[in-house]
């Protein structure tokens, strides 16, 4: 078996720690802006949720809101096992 990416075998232990209290069946929503530190957050919660009897979910975080604070972009997108829809919230 190949050694996990050192990137990986450091996120994946503080996710299941931060997992673990959760009881079953929680759902635990990821806030993902597409970098490459909240893809990895995403993609070990997206690998982890299930093996701990939790449901995950990802939200897209996009920090340049449209024009007029028009609607969210419809568009889904898919980040492994996670899908997300845009969400906007004001405040």
Do not use: N
Not at 19 to 36: N, Q, T
Not at 61 to 76: E, F, I, K, S, T
Request: glycine letters at 10%; aromatic letters at 2%; a positive charge.
């Amino acid at each position: 078996m190949a050694a996990l990416p050192p990137g990986v075998a450091e996120v994946r232990p503080a996710v299941r720690t931060a997992l673990a209290a959760l009881p079953p069946d929680s759902l635990v929503l990821v806030a993902c802006s597409g970098g490459a530190d909240s893809l990895a957050l995403a993609a070990q919660t997206a690998f982890l949720a299930p093996r701990m009897s939790l449901r995950a979910g990802l939200v897209t975080v996009d920090q340049r809101p449209p024009a007029g604070l028009g609607r969210p972009r419809g568009r889904r997108r898919r980040s492994g096992r996670l899908t997300s829809t845009p969400l906007m919230l004001y405040g």
